[in-house]
């Protein structure tokens, strides 16, 4: 009966951003997985937006970084101190995650290994039960895909560590592929161009505001310019630069050619009666990486497969997890994130939570 009244997130831990879905609220935070500590006494400083913004710009002793990578936990303790963090934004008060059930995305191929260590994370923290959740099938059910019929429906999700492709029936995962790089692997490419082009240095939030800004995948998309600022390599003073949306244009084709590669892959692999589905039910895109400009025309006429854009392709993993929880979906939430992984604490301090 208290289990009625407990609290219920839904966690999407990407490499580059964390978005929470709180059932009943909606989607309450979205923010930078990022995290700043002083290296001396490895006081936490900063989490999320506020970390992000000291990129750059921090002096030596401020350590900032991501915890995880390709999206997967690089550091324990420092997202377990994230995740903390931004659940007391979310709750404002310090009780945090204890007695709460959590559905947390993970990238599809994972090993156990790695699941589990996301689940206990979570749990170390207070929660009564943690469950990990594959990312394809998160996104998919919160851009509204019909995953539980038996139909074929291919999913392509450009986070900012990896680019997950796979195709989906019967609420389960068919074939699948995984590119580790993503949007953050285009800002990445974007500085080292810059660098290599024009001997300047920039850093990675100027990189992905021209990424976001001038970035297409469309050789055909209206010049757009763009004026940035860094620092001379040769004589080591301030500069700026104008940028065009043509170059930067050539700069993601390498990224653009890998996930045409990766999408051929996946449905090399699946059943002919499925991928015939995924030719007439389409390509859904998913993730921040959705937003490149002319991507979705890019892969139409690559794959001849029509192309549709979630409509909130950010926060659609989220949401997924979110629906997981409610209704009829989450009758099969234990079928879709790998039941025997999941950790749940014991009865006895179930109800402790529960009361709390």
Known sequence: MLKRFETVYGIDLGTSNTVIYQRGKGIVLNEPSVVAMHQGSGQLLAVGAEAQAMIGRAPAHVEITYPLRNGVIANFEMTSTMLQQFIRKVQGRKSLLRGSQVYISVPCGITNVQKRAVEETVVHKGARKAVAVEEPLAAALGAGLPIEEPAGYLVLDIGGGTCQVAVLSLGGIVASHTVPRAGMSIDRDIMDYVKRQYNLE?????????????????????????????????????????????????????????????????????????????????????????????????????TGVPVHTAEQPLACTALGTGMMMTGKESRRSDIWSAAPNNLEKPDDEEAVGSHK
């Open 202 to 302: 920039i850093g990675e939030r100027t990189a992905e505001h021209v990424k976001m800004t001038i970035g297409t995948a469309s050789a055909t998309a209206a010049a757009k310019t763009l004026d940035i600022r860094g620092r001379d390599v040769v004589e080591g003073l301030p500069r700026s630069i104008r940028l065009t949306s043509g170059e930067i244009y050539t700069v993601v084709e390498d990224f653009l050619s890998t996930v045409v590669d990766a999408i051929r892959a996946t449905l090399e692999r699946c059943p002919p009666e499925l991928a015939g589905d995924v030719v007439e039910n389409g390509i859904m895109l998913c993730g921040g990486g959705a937003l490149l400009e002319g991507l979705d025309e890019r892969i139409r006429a690559e």
